[in-house]
């Protein structure tokens, strides 16, 4: 079965750093992989969609990586911004619906 | 907007009460699905629905009750509920029936209270 986690659970930064969120996955027979952010209360927002055979992807701030082998993807945020404060959440992408596992999520918190 | 749509935002019912959360989708996605996220748990899946066709109950118990009329409207029957179905109940749809190759988009989510 797989699991999924992200590290770290939480983070705080000052505002203007560069920063990186893992996420690690135990089963690599997977296709592609979608990150999210999550505001407080509200539904997931996707960001990126890496592709397996892309192995990143970008987004204006945003770089996301995979590495299907080593069964981890990372979410590079440059120059951070407090709006970027939120939840972000990884999901590997398998074929069965049921087989998709969403990340615990890395909680991000920017200070101004 | 997201492009999927959820109703109501937030609900407050009793125990004994019986309503029901929409969801809706222009996307021209053939997949839709219900997730629940409790505090502090990861997304739960609840239901799958695949070109209006129900694929997936993962175990969900009979208190609620999945509806999908056609390819852009889901809804989630609630009736008898418990205090610890208190959550945030998300509706999603992914393109050509499967998420692997394009992913999901999600709703803004129903804000659940049981009391």
């Known amino acids: 079965k797989q699991e999924v986690t992200q590290i770290p659970a939480a983070l705080s930064v000052p505002e203007g750093e560069n920063l990186v969120l893992n996420c690690s996955f135990t089963d690599s027979a997977i296709y592609n992989l979608q990150w999210f952010r999550q505001d407080p209360g509200k539904g997931l927002t996707s960001l990126l969609l890496?592709?397996?055979?892309?192995r990143e992807q970008t987004s204006g701030r945003l770089n996301a990586s995979l590495d299907k082998s080593s069964g981890r993807s990372t979410l590079y945020i440059a120059a951070s911004q407090p709006g970027d404060s939120a939840t972000y959440l990884c999901a590997p992408l398998k074929t069965s619906y049921d087989k998709v596992i969403f990340g615990p999520g890395t909680s991000l918190s920017v200070i101004p | 907007e997201t492009g999927v749509t959820q109703t109501p935002r937030h609900l407050v019912m009793g125990m004994t009460n019986k309503k029901s959360l929409k969801c809706e989708q222009h996307?021209?996605?053939?997949?839709m699905y219900w997730y629940k996220q409790s505090a502090k748990k990861p997304l739960e899946l609840m239901f799958v629905y695949n070109f209006k066709e129900q694929t997936e109950n993962n175990s969900v118990p009979s208190r609620f009750s999945p509806e999908c009329p056609n390819s852009s409207h889901l809804f989630l029957h609630l009736h008898t509920l418990q205090p610890e179905d208190s959550a945030l109940y998300l509706c999603?749809?992914?393109?050509?029936?499967?998420?692997?190759?394009?992913?999901?988009?999600f709703g803004s989510g129903t804000r659940l209270t049981v009391v």
């Open positions: 999603a749809s992914s393109q050509g029936g499967r998420p692997r190759d394009y992913g999901y988009t």
């Open positions: 996307l021209g996605h053939n997949a």
């Open positions: 890496i592709q397996s055979s892309q």
